[in-house]
Structures are given as structure tokens and as C-alpha cells.
């Protein structure tokens, strides 16, 4: 867990805020007028609420930015005695929404922050204004989930190398050590900002990852889809048709690796057939990272006309 008032040398300098909500001490940011609209900013694997910095302040002007560490990452806690699948996730999500009772929410994902994301969305679709998936899955009951989840595994160097260390009972000592191999396993995913790599951006990112205790998060996610323990939260009729009402936006990098935008673009347009698409050529998964000002302006233009 990094420390509360870590600013990464003023790279990260948001105040920080803390809940139990959810039954452990969860970090979140809270920047912008407390009477904007709520942009909530949903981190995946293995990241943290860092990922949105550029993000956050591009909007905090104008919206109260949202962004929440989940359980085993950033600055919130990683209880010892507490699972780590998919369905954790979207509990812990729903407690801190409701406790924070927002509302109006445009609901911003990505990587495993998009099913999490999903999963409070089929909860309470009545609190979604608005979904914007950055290189993050929408899945919402579709058809050919499990078919999509199978062929990107198939093609994607990460997901084959934590379905192979699972298989060889490796998997917890290969992530156990992720505060050492974090720029290798950012590469892997695809970041190609290869300038951005600073002292100060290694140890944000691998901070939080300092001991094997602090990556169960990150080897949960990994676990829960190797071992099939993940559960994907599945909308009732009348969630679907709220949500598939809502405006949204895709903003992908097409040099993403690991969620391949033949694979997961085509769940996004299924959910969202009206919804503009924005390919990014030549920026990876991490697209936040790699084009931080572009994803900004299509974000905020998005958040203007909607």
C-alpha cells in the first residue's frame, strides 16, 4: 500500500480520502466542484488511481472527478482475510457508490475497471448518466461473452502467460514479485510511451506492489479468470434497457495486447450501437498513458454534447 501523502514527487498531488464503506480502508480521489457532475474513474490490473492523473486534471475544472483504488491496490488496503474475484470488486464498488451516494454518474473504465464498472451498472443503472470505456470491456449480459474472452486469450501474451503460470502452480511467486517486474508487465500489456518512463513513474507503479503480502489484488484478478472463479454480473431486462439508453463512448488503443479491440470493441457496439468508437493507431493498452491528451479532449468534448 503506497502511503497517504506519497506524491510521487508531485506527480500525484491530489488530497487524499479515505472510506470503510466497503469494510476496509479504500483510497479514493475527490477532485472538482462538489456539486458537478460525477465522473467516476475505474482502475484495472495492475494500476491504480495514478493512471487518471492527467485525466483528472483535465476535468476537475469543470466535474468532480471520482477515482477509487480498489481493494489490494494504490493507497487502499489489502486485507489478508478477504477474496479478490470480480464479484469482490463490484461489491466494494457498490458499497463505496452508495456511501458516497452519487449520483448522475458518468462511468469512465478501464481494464478491469470495466467489468467492475458493469457490474455497479447492473446493480443501479438508475445512478449511470453516461459509460466511457478507455481500452476497458463493457460486459452486460452479451450472448458471446465467454466465445470473446476465450479468443483474446488465445491471442494475448498476458492472459496466455498467467494461464500457463496458474497451470504450473507458479503464479502467486511470478506476481508476488510485481514490484520488481512492473515495467515488464506494463510492456507486455502494451505501453509505448516509452519517454514517459521516469524514476518517479516506476515507483508509482510499482509501489504498491513493494511485498508479496501487497499483491494479492493484483494475483487475485489474474487468478479469478485463470481458475474461472470471476463471476460477471448479468443486467435484468429493464438494467439493460436503461443502460443501453445512456450516451456513451469507446476510446481504444489498437496496439493493446492484452484486450485486443477485434475481441472487445464489437461488446461495446453491441451494448452501444450508436455510440461513437475512437481508434487510436499506434497507442497500446494503457492509452491513458500513451495519449493522455487526446483521450482528454474526446472525453471532454463527449461530456459537452451529452
Known amino acids: 500500500m503506497v502511503g497517504p501523502d506519497e506524491t510521487f514527487n508531485g506527480t500525484f498531488a491530489y488530497a487524499p480520502h479515505f472510506t470503510d464503506a466497503a469494510g476496509l480502508r479504500m483510497h479514493y480521489v475527490d477532485e472538482g466542484p462538489r456539486d458537478g457532475q460525477v465522473v467516476l474513474c475505474l482502475h484495472g490490473e495492475p ?4 493512471l487518471f492523473r492527467n485525466l483528472i486534471d483535465a476535468l476537475r475544472g469543470s466535474y468532480r472527478v471520482v477515482v477509487p483504488d480498489h481493494m489490494g491496490f494504490g493507497k487502499s488496503a489489502t486485507p489478508a482475510d478477504r477474496s479478490y474475484w470480480l464479484q469482490d470488486h463490484v461489491d466494494n464498488l457498490e458499497r463505496f457508490v452508495l456511501g458516497l451516494d452519487l449520483r448522475e454518474i458518468s462511468l469512465l473504465v478501464h481494464d478491469f475497471g470495466g467489468p467492475v464498472g458493469m457490474g455497479l451498472a447492473a446493480r443501479h443503472p438508475e445512478r449511470i448518466r453516461r459509460v466511457i470505456s478507455t481500452n476497458g470491456p463493457t460486459p452486460f449480459g452479451q450472448p458471446r461473452l465467454a466465445e470473446r474472452l ?12 498467467i494461464l500457463k503460470a496458474e497451470a504450473e502452480g507458479r503464479l502467486e511467486a511470478v506476481l508476488g514479485e510485481l514490484g520488481f517486474n ?10 509505448e510511451r516509452h519517454a514517459l518512463i521516469s524514476d518517479n513513474w516506476l515507483q508509482a507503479y510499482a ?3 513493494a511485498t508479496p503480502a501487497e499483491c494479492l489484488g493484483a494475483i487475485g484478478w489474474a487468478k479469478g479468470f485463470a481458475t474461472g472463479s470471476h463471476q460477471f454480473e448479468v443486467p435484468d431486462a429493464a438494467a439493460r434497457r436503461a443502460i443501453q439508453s445512456r450516451p456513451a463512448l469507446a476510446i481504444w488503443g489498437m496496439a493493446d495486447r492484452t484486450l485486443q479491440a477485434e475481441h472487445f470493441l464489437p461488446l461495446f457496439s453491441e451494448l452501444f450501437a ?7 493507431e499506434g497507442v497500446g493498452h494503457y492509452c491513458l498513458e500513451d495519449a ?4 482528454a479532449a474526446h472525453v471532454a468534448a463527449f461530456l459537452q454534447q451529452t
Open 292 to 295: 493522455p491528451g487526446t483521450v
Open 274 to 280: 450508436q455510440a461513437p468508437v475512437y481508434k487510436l
Open 207 to 209: 509501489a504498491p506492489f
Open 182 to 191: 512492473i515495467l515488464s508487465t506494463l510492456k507486455l500489456n502494451g505501453f
Open 150 to 161: 476465450t479468443a483474446n486469450a488465445q491471442a494475448s501474451p498476458w492472459f496466455q502467460w
Open 47 to 50: 494500476t491504480w488511481s495514478y
